[in-house]
C-alpha cells in the first residue's frame, strides 16, 4: 500500500503548514511572558522553548513544499516570523541584553519591507523571498538563541551581540535585495 500525498490549493487554509504557523504564533506570548520573568528557573525551559519554535519555522516551510502552499501561509509564516522575532528582540532590549540600534534597524526593516510588499502585491507584481531573506531570518533566530542560552548569556555575552550584528547586515541587503526585485519586477509588468 502506498501512502498518499494530499495537496492543498492556493486557498486552503486548514493546512498542517498552517497549524504549524498558528501553534507558533499562539505560542509566542507564551514565550515572551516567560522571556520577561526575572525567575532564573525558567532560563532553561525558555531557551528550549525558543528552539522549538524557531525550529517550527523550517517545519512548516517543509510541509508547505510537500503538501502545497497556499496564500494564507504566505501571508501567515512571516507575521508568525516577525511576531517571534521582533517580540523577542524587544524583551532582550527591555532586559538590557541588546542594544536597542541593532533592534531598531531590524524592526525598521521588517515593517517597511512587510509594507512595499503588501504594497506591490496590491498592484499584482509578487516579490517573492530570496535565500538571503530567509538565511536572515535564520541568523536573527540564532542571536536570539544564544542571548537566551544561559551558558553564552553568563559567559560570553558578545558572542549575541555579534551574531545579532550578522542579522542587521543581512537584514539590510535583503531588503535592498527586496526593494531591487520589486523595481525589476515592475518594469517587467509594465
Not at 24 to 50: F, H, I, K, Q, Y
Amino acid at each position: 500500500m502506498t501512502a498518499r500525498v494530499t495537496t492543498f490549493g492556493p486557498g486552503a487554509l486548514a493546512t498542517p503548514a498552517n497549524a504549524v504557523t498558528i501553534g507558533r504564533l499562539l505560542a509566542t506570548p507564551v514565550l515572551l511572558v516567560l522571556m520577561s520573568s526575572e525567575n532564573m528557573d525558567l532560563r532553561w525551559p525558555v531557551c528550549g522553548l525558543w528552539i522549538v519554535l524557531a525550529c517550527t519555522d523550517g517545519v512548516d516551510g517543509y510541509l508547505a513544499r510537500k503538501m502545497g502552499t497556499t496564500r494564507s501561509g504566505a501571508f501567515l509564516d512571516p507575521l508568525a516570523d516577525k511576531f517571534l522575532v521582533l517580540g523577542a528582540m524587544g524583551v532582550l532590549v527591555a532586559k538590557e541584553r541588546f542594544w536597542w540600534l541593532p533592534v531598531v534597524i531590524i524592526a525598521g526593516r521588517e515593517i517597511a519591507i512587510s509594507v512595499y510588499r503588501s504594497r506591490m502585491g496590491r498592484q499584482g507584481v509578487s516579490i517573492p523571498a530570496r535565500p538571503l531573506a530567509k538565511a536572515k531570518t535564520v541568523v536573527q533566530e540564532v542571536a536570539v538563541g544564544f542571548a537566551l542560552l544561559p551558558w553564552t548569556a553568563d559567559r560570553h555575552p558578545n558572542v549575541a551581540t555579534a551574531v545579532l550584528w550578522i542579522a542587521v547586515v543581512l537584514t539590510v541587503v535583503s531588503g535592498l535585495q527586496y526593494a531591487i526585485d520589486g523595481e525589476k519586477a515592475t518594469r517587467v509588468a509594465l
